[in-house]
């Protein structure tokens, strides 16, 4: 997916599977940057996460579909 303009901010970031990965804050560069509030526990709290823009495989409305399942997705996550 390479038209990553298309992704709106708040726009409600999902896995493949349909189950909720995360909030897009905004897109930086060729990843999307989450909302702190979907940034985990413990040592992953408090810091921004980002999803490469390879994982997206469309864009439907306000939600972003990834080509993988949450579970999966959520260990490409990048942290920053």
Same mark, same amino acid.
């Given at each position: 997916?390479?038209?990553?303009?298309?992704?709106?901010?708040?726009?409600?970031?999902?896995?493949?599977?349909?189950?909720?990965? #995360?909030?897009?804050?905004?897109?930086?560069?060729?990843?999307?940057?989450?909302?702190?509030?979907?940034? #985990?526990?413990?040592?992953?709290? #408090?810091?921004?996460? /980002?999803?490469?823009?390879?994982?997206?495989?469309?864009?439907? #409305?306000?939600?972003?579909?990834?080509?993988?399942?949450?579970?999966?997705?959520?260990? /490409?996550?990048?942290?920053?």
């Amino acid at each position: 997916m390479d038209n990553l303009s298309k992704i709106k901010e708040h726009a409600e970031i999902i896995g493949a599977d349909g189950v909720h990965v #995360g909030t897009v804050d905004r897109v930086e560069g060729d990843r999307i940057k989450l909302t702190k509030a979907d940034s #985990g526990e413990g040592s992953h709290k #408090g810091h921004h996460h /980002f999803v490469s823009h390879a994982l997206v495989a469309g864009i439907e #409305g306000n939600k972003v579909r990834l080509s993988a399942n949450a579970d999966v997705a959520v260990t /490409f996550e990048e942290e920053q």
